[in-house]
């Protein structure tokens, strides 16, 4: 367990600290608001949190360095919008620097001309109530005013990467138990050849014996991820890398700056590009992914692997 004491006088790295917080799973939310001149601003945060029910106020935190921060200050409201699992794209967006964010972007104004969303899992319209000063960000505590609960499954954030809501296995397992003995023979064995269900369910077993195995090489989700993309070579410029790492741009390069350090990819010609070592370790990576795809497949022919892989890739989009 890596532990630091700041009252002993240890400083505290500050990427291995944002690493550290990485573990702690948030949504993803798309903080807006517009000023009385109507400028216009949208930034990706996980800092989101609420503060009380009565009276219902939520907090954020946005970087002192912002250049959205003085229309967030001018503004009289702010709108909080929680993304929904088909949101990565315009929380990629909403992330970037210098583009028109709100341009293809469809939303309305709700409270003090505050832009909400469309198709977001849910929606806080909040009244500016305080700004506090926490460091080197401030702290915008809101007072909410309206919110819509639209119900849709949340885009989650874990270890610098995307990920999504899925049941625990317990909570499944006795959901099913409970399931079989209210439902009967209603629907006897119909779930059982839902593509939908048995995909999901696939990928949660595939997943629960696969992932520990990339972890235990020490590189986190997102430094993996980077590792086996830049050494399968799909990604032929840093604008494929989100898609393909289904990862923000910034969490791109945070991890890339770590691999960096460790000696494993450099940056040329403005891409990133792997050294030896990285070669070698991406190459022990998907061993790793490879080994485990043949002990799952052990038992099936040959044939019916390859039919597997193709309808995958054909579901997928993948030519």
């Not at 009565?54 to 709108?79: C, G, R």
């Not at 399968?232 to 840093?238: D, E, Q, R, V």
Request: hydrophobic share 40%; charged share 25%; with cysteine.
């Amino acid at each position: 367990m890596n532990t630091l004491n700041a009252m002993d006088g240890v400083k505290i790295d500050p990427m291995k600290f944002r690493r550290a917080l990485g573990n702690f799973a948030t949504g993803v939310t798309i903080m807006t608001a517009q000023n009385a001149e109507g400028e216009k601003v949208g930034v990706t945060a996980n800092s989101f949190n609420s503060v009380s029910l009565d009276p219902a106020l939520i907090l954020w935190s946005i970087d002192k360095n912002s250049s959205s921060f003085h229309v967030f200050e001018q503004a009289t409201h702010f709108a909080v919008n929680i993304l929904s699992g088909s949101q990565i794209e315009l929380s990629n967006k909403f992330s970037r620097r210098n583009i028109d964010k709100y341009e293809g972007t469809r939303y309305h104004e709700g409270a003090g001309s505050a832009p909400i969303l469309e198709n977001c899992s849910a929606v806080f319209e909040c009244e500016r109530h305080q700004i506090l000063e926490g460091g080197d960000h401030w702290i915008i505590v809101g007072k909410v005013v309206n919110f819509h609960d639209e119900g849709r499954s949340p885009l989650v954030y874990h270890q610098g990467a995307y990920s999504g809501v899925i049941p625990h296995p317990l909570l499944q397992l006795k959901d099913t138990v409970e399931a079989e003995v209210d439902v009967g023979e209603m629907h006897q064995g119909h779930l059982h050849s839902n593509v939908c269900y048995l995909m999901s369910r696939a990928f949660k077993f595939y997943q629960t014996d696969y992932i520990p195995k990339q972890l235990v090489t020490g590189f986190r989700t997102s430094e993996a991820r980077l590792l086996l993309v830049l050494g399968s070579g799909t990604a032929s410029n840093k604008a494929d890398l989100p898609r393909d790492i289904a990862m923000p741009m910034r969490e791109v390069e945070q991890a890339a700056e770590i691999l960096k350090k460790d000696g494993l990819l450099v940056e040329a010609e403005g891409f990133f590009k792997l050294t030896e070592k990285g070669k070698k370790t991406s190459h022990y990576l998907f061993d790793i992914a490879d080994s485990h795809q043949n002990e799952v497949f052990a038992k099936y022919p040959e044939k019916e692997k390859e039919i597997f892989i193709k309808i995958l890739k054909d579901i997928a989009g993948i030519v």
